[in-house]
């Protein structure tokens, strides 16, 4: 089974500092990838995803991820925090489950901006 | 589009009794997906309907816990009887597709409390 390993549930940065939040997947063959933020007392909103084709995509909010096979890993980067960025991340890759295909999500990791 | 709406958004319950969420997915859009967020277990998708009909109910806690979909345009997720770990937040979300390439729009959450 499909599963999605995000390092650090927290992870504070100072404003304007750049911004790394690691996800891992475990598939064999590369899943689609997708990065999902949820402020506070509000569901989830798609950042990026990657489908095929580049590796590097990027997102809304001055986002962007790399796909990055031989790692199996799709981590998060802002080159420049912002106090607007405080929330959780969660990382997330799709499956295919009997030939169902659902998303399976990471545990998340909890952003903090130090002003 | 409204988004996907979720009422109530708050919910206060005691042990024992029925509860009911409730979901309209945006319009035109073939998935309904219900998930269940805790602290201690993160995000986990409950059930998926694709065009009204259940597709994977395997999360689905146990038998107290119950989803429908009548119409595409409605889906309940119904606990009978709750029970204080109940407690949580739920999130309905809805899609084009399943996951694999597609975005998974989510509602703005409701927060069950169970005394």
């Known amino acids: 089974a499909q599963s999605v390993t995000q390092l650090g549930s927290h992870v504070s940065v100072s404003e304007g500092a750049l911004v790394l939040l690691r996800c891992n997947y475990s598939s064999s063959v590369p899943p689609y990838l997708f990065w999902y933020v949820q402020y506070p007392n509000q569901g989830l909103q798609l950042l990026l995803k990657y489908t095929t084709g580049a590796t590097l995509v990027k997102g809304i909010n001055g986002f962007e991820a790399e796909f990055k096979k031989s790692e199996t890993s799709f981590h998060l980067t802002k080159p420049s925090a912002h106090m607007s960025d405080a929330a959780e991340y969660f990382c997330?890759?799709?499956?295919?489950?009997?030939?169902?295909?659902?998303?399976?999500f990471g545990t998340g990791t909890r952003l903090t901006i130090i002003p | 589009d409204a988004g996907v709406i979720q009422s109530p958004r708050h919910e206060v319950t005691e042990m024992g009794q029925e509860v009911t969420l409730r979901c309209k997915p945006i319009?035109?859009?073939?998935?309904l997906f219900w998930y269940r967020q805790t602290m201690m277990r993160g995000l986990e998708l409950l059930i998926y309907?694709?065009?009204?009909?259940?597709?994977?109910d395997s999360g689905m806690p146990e038998d107290r816990f119950s989803a429908k979909m009548p119409n595409a345009s409605f889906s309940t997720l119904k606990i009978q009887p709750s029970e204080p770990r109940d407690s949580a937040v739920y999130f309905c979300?809805?899609?084009?597709?399943?996951?694999?390439?597609?975005?998974?729009?989510f509602g703005p959450g409701t927060r069950l409390t169970v005394l």
């Open positions: 309907f694709n065009n009204n009909v259940p597709i994977d």
């Open positions: 997330a890759a799709s499956t295919v489950d009997f030939g169902n295909e659902k998303l399976t």
């Open positions: 979300a809805s899609s084009w597709t399943s996951g694999a390439a597609g975005e998974q729009f």
């Open positions: 319009s035109g859009h073939d998935y």
